[in-house]
């Protein structure tokens, strides 16, 4: 089964300060990964995928995450926080399960700028 | 516009009182969910659907209800709602076309059984 591990569910950075979001995957074979983003009373929206074309993969509003097969990781970044990128943050994962594409969440980090 | 629509965004119910969300999509879209999100534990999936008439148990189908008679319509029903379905749920579509399977996402319909 598939998993995702989210570490820490919150997390505080200052405005202009380099965002950190990590992200732990366990498949057994190269799944599919995404960064969703959730704005207060808003549903999710897509930041960013991969889907084996490059491990760096760049987003939208400045973040990229790199796949990291030997570590299992796909954590987010972004060089320089602000204040609009505070939101939720959901990690997940994609791998066919008997012909559907059964997708699975972490957990969240809250991610908070401080001015 | 590309977009998935649920309907009620609030909804305040007493427990035992059927009530059907509607959820649809305009992208054409095959596969459709159902999630319900809960402080902690992230999205949970409650079922989902492959195509039309096409429907499986996700990881916490019980109490829950869905149907997929029309390709774009796919909504949750709760037979008899009780205070631990009181949540945040979204539906959300996406298609295998293309492979990448990204989901698109409705606003949420907040949900409080009393």
């Known amino acids: 089964a598939q998993s995702v591990t989210q570490l820490g569910s919150h997390v505080s950075v200052s405005e202009g300060a380099l965002v950190l979001l990590r992200c732990n995957y366990s498949?057994?074979?190269?799944?599919?990964l995404f960064w969703y983003v959730q704005y207060p009373n808003q549903g999710l929206q897509l930041l960013l995928k991969y889907t084996s074309a490059a491990t760096l993969v760049k987003g939208i509003n400045g973040f990229e995450a790199e796949f990291k097969k030997s570590e299992t990781s796909f954590h987010l970044t972004k060089p320089s926080a602000h204040m609009s990128d505070a939101a939720e943050y959901f990690c997940a994962v994609s791998k066919n399960s008997g012909g559907y594409q059964k997708v699975t969440f972490g957990t969240g980090t809250k991610l908070q700028v401080i001015p | 516009e590309a977009q998935v629509t649920q309907n009620p965004r609030y909804l305040i119910t007493v427990t035992g009182k059927k009530l059907t969300v509607t959820c649809s999509q305009n992208m054409n879209h095959e596969y459709m969910s159902w999630y319900r999100q809960d402080p902690g534990l992230g999205l949970r999936q409650i079922y989902y659907?492959?195509?039309?008439?096409?429907?499986d148990k996700g990881d916490v189908p019980e109490g829950y209800k869905v149907s997929r008679k029309e390709k774009r319509n796919f909504p949750l029903i709760l037979e008899s709602p009780s205070p631990n379905q009181t949540s945040l749920y979204f539906c959300?579509?996406?298609?295998?076309?293309?492979?990448?399977?990204?989901?698109?996402f409705g606003p949420g319909t907040r949900l409080t059984v009393t």
């Open positions: 659907s492959m195509n039309v008439e096409v429907t």
């Open positions: 498949s057994s074979v190269p799944p599919y």
């Open positions: 959300a579509s996406s298609s295998p076309a293309g492979s990448t399977y990204e989901q698109y």
